[in-house]
Structure formats: C-alpha cells, structure tokens
C-alpha cells in the first residue's frame, strides 16, 4: 500500500474550494426583462434561488488536478515493491551460463548486467558481496559465481542477511594492483655532539622510502619547532622531555625516543621484541599520542637488531606501517555465513508517475476550458 512521507501537505486540500468559489461566481445570472403587463401586479414575486453548478466536467477536472498536485507534495512511496527475480552474481575470470528466470550481473562496482562486456578488474570481492546483499530486498535468492582462488580478499569472511548458494568454477581472477601504504616520515632531533642512533635511523627512513621520491625523514636541532602529525618525531636528546615535546605528544603525536630519555614513572609495555626475546622498545600512552623508547642504546654492541636487514621493516611496523595482509585464498575456505541483518529497502518514488498523470490532466484542464462548443457563461 502506498504511504505518504509529508502527510502534513494533505491540508493544502482545503484549496478544493477554490475551483468551487469560481464556478459559483461565475455560472449565468439571470437577466431581468421588462414585460408591460407585469407592471401593473402589486405583489411582487420572491425569485427563488438555488446553489447550481455549471460545467460539472470542468469543474471535476479542476478538482482532481489540484488533489493530484496536494497529492504530490505529500510525498507518496511505494513500500515493499523491490524487484523479487532471484540473482547471479558472476565474478570477472569465470565463464557461466546463468539459467533462464534470473538476473544476471557481473560482481564488480556498479553491478552491471553480465551480457556487457566483462569488466576488467573487480575491486574488493568481499565488499562487493556485501554490498549486493544489502541492495537486495529480503528473501531474493542469491547466487554467487566465483573462481578457485580470490585475488583483493580482505581479512574478515562475509556474513551476510540470507544463505547464498558459493559456487566455486575453474577460472582465474586478475590479481589487484599492489597498493603500497605510505611510508612513515622521521624528523628526527638530535644535540650536537656524538651520534647517538641517528644514522640507524636515517639508514632506515632510507631504505623503506620509494625509489624516486624524496627521503622519508629530515633532521634539524632540537630547537627547531616540531613537526606535524602523522610525521613521527624521533628524539635523541637525553634527559627529561622538554615541556613542549609533552605536549607535542599528548595533543596526538607519536614520538621514538632513546633509553636514557626520562618520561614520568608511568609503566611501559613491551611492543618489540628480539628472535631472543629480548625487549628492543616499549610504547606507552601519553595523552592523545604515543610515546615508543628502545630498550636498550642505539648501538649495535647493545641492539645488533640494528645492523638486521629486517630492521627498517619492523621499525616501520612499530610506527604504524605494518606489512599488508594476505589478499589470495582458497574461494572454498571463505564461503559466506548468515547471521547479519537484512537491510531495508528504499521504497519506490511514485512522483515521477504522478507529475506525468498532472501533466496529462492539465491539458484535459485546458481543452475543456478553451474548447470552443463550451457553454458562454463560465
């Protein structure tokens, strides 16, 4: 049943009476005609009147037009009226034949219908699985072709609002482009004096920054002003924290300072560790930021982790960059689970119909009130 979302525009109905008032003010008046006989009665006769309406045809056309036009204003939607043909989603790498009855789509962005083209790529498979379960009204089957092997799979096996029938096809899927996240930036800040771990560190800004792009770290004195979030601040400096490094960290950023670095009294927790387990930096919450220390001095007689090949990856790990996750699996270890509730539908718009059934009526509207065998009075 259609429902109204703007109800409160059904009281623009009382506009009914407008056509009513014009018909009523404008239907024939009765014009008087001296007649000599009459003149001579002394009683004079009571004319009698009564409410007539001219031109009903008109004036039902007029009524309608504007009910229809109230009627617009107030928004009617068609709940409930989705499409219910059962769906094939087929995954660009495979070739199907979907069976009569269905709706046939590629399982890529847009959805678009399989007889076009086959798309080139398809991005996040999950996502798009997801996504085709929420746009599908509750109950429509869905049916879901795919190759052995998924390329772009993210870590999180789908649940979706209804069972899906996971058919698994020979085929093969075009791997995603890599995406590389962007690598952490240093601005390290160190005194005057002898090198206390800035060349380790500069070593491995180097080493994870892009070929062809600029070095993924600047060095300046600690008396330069600091850095702006996300760029990590890398500071040698021993000693207390100066008060405006604390606040540079509480406000949000991340700071990579050494052993010797004084901090508070607050207790830290090991974030790294050695292939001996040994403790190489622990990490700590200070305010809105992070502070991260090395556990022992930036040497490598103290942390031989330093001169590991490994090391730029994991330092880059501990600053946030952590290594992307596996995106290829076996289609038959991720079929979809139920479990997730089903989304609501839109409801169809059912203005567009409208405004063309006003647009029909207006010219009726028009014809009948300029036709030329209508009657003179209205």
């Known amino acids: 049943m259609p429902v109204l979302l703007l109800p409160a525009a059904l009281a623009a109905l009382l506009a009914l009476a407008i056509p009513l008032a014009i018909h ?14 009459l003149q001579w009665l002394r009683q004079k006769p009571r004319p009698r009147s009564r409410l007539r309406f001219d031109e009903w045809l008109l004036l039902a056309a007029r009524l309608l037009l504007l009910a229809l036009v109230v009627l617009w204003l107030a928004l009617p939607v068609l709940p409930g009226s989705a499409d219910r043909t059962p769906v094939v989603a087929v995954l660009p790498g495979v070739s199907a034949t979907p069976a009569e009855g269905t709706r046939a789509v590629w399982l890529a962005p847009g959805f678009p219908d399989s007889r076009t083209p086959e798309p080139a790529s398809a991005a996040s498979v999950f996502s798009l699985v997801r996504q085709l379960d929420a746009e599908l009204a509750p109950g429509v089957p869905l049916r879901i072709i795919v190759p052995t092997v998924l390329q772009g799979a993210d870590a999180e096996r789908p649940r979706l609002s209804r069972r899906v029938d996971w058919q698994i096809v020979p085929g093969a899927m075009a791997a995603p482009a890599p995406v590389r996240a962007a690598p952490p930036s240093l601005s390290l800040r160190q005194p005057s004096g002898p090198d206390r771990g800035l060349r380790y560190l500069r070593a491995a800004a180097a080493a994870w920054t892009p070929p062809g792009q600029p070095p993924a770290f600047d060095t300046a004195a600690p008396d330069a002003p600091l850095p702006r979030p996300p760029r990590v601040l890398a500071w040698l400096a021993p000693g207390p924290l100066p008060a405006t490094v604390r606040a540079w960290i509480e406000a949000g950023g991340t700071a990579l300072v050494p052993q010797d670095s004084e901090a508070g009294n607050a207790a830290d927790t090991v974030v790294w560790r050695d292939e001996t387990g040994a403790a190489v930096a622990t990490a700590r919450p200070l305010g809105k930021g992070r502070l991260l220390r090395f556990a022992r001095p930036l040497d490598a007689g103290a942390l031989p982790i330093l001169l590991d090949p490994d090391f730029p990856r994991q330092l880059a790990a501990l600053l946030g960059d952590a290594p992307p996750l596996p995106t290829r699996v076996a289609a038959r270890d991720v079929r979809p689970v139920t479990g997730a509730p089903a989304w609501p539908q839109p409801a169809r718009n059912l203005q567009p119909w ?24 209205p």
């Open 354 to 377: 409208l405004a063309l059934l006003i647009a029909a009526l207006f010219i009726a509207e028009r014809w009948l009130a300029t036709r030329r065998t209508r009657a003179p009075a």
């Open 24 to 37: 009523l003010a404008r239907r024939s008046e009765a014009q008087p005609t001296d007649f000599a006989a």
